[in-house]
């Protein structure tokens, strides 16, 4: 069964807010990014998100080198 959700509009930008139980179980936080993909015509549209998660590299130290 699929999810309803609303967009939020915030400073004319508008975002599809992930429910918290739902970020809990697939471990979505702000360290997590998402492509999309939208597929359809101008009377159904189908956005695909895919997570990939941002590489946390440490910043190479060069003193001392």
């Known amino acids: ?8 509009r915030v400073k004319g930008t508008y975002y599809l807010l992930i429910p918290k139980d739902i970020a809990d179980l697939y471990e979505i936080d ?3 990014s998402f ?6 015509d101008s009377s159904e549209v189908l956005l695909s998100y895919k997570r990939t998660r941002w590489s946390e ?7 001392g080198t």
């Open 57 to 63: 590299e440490k910043p190479i130290n060069r003193a």
């Open 30 to 32: 702000q360290n997590t």
């Open 1 to 8: 069964m699929p999810l309803k959700i609303r967009p939020t």
């Open 35 to 40: 492509t999309l993909r939208t597929d359809g």
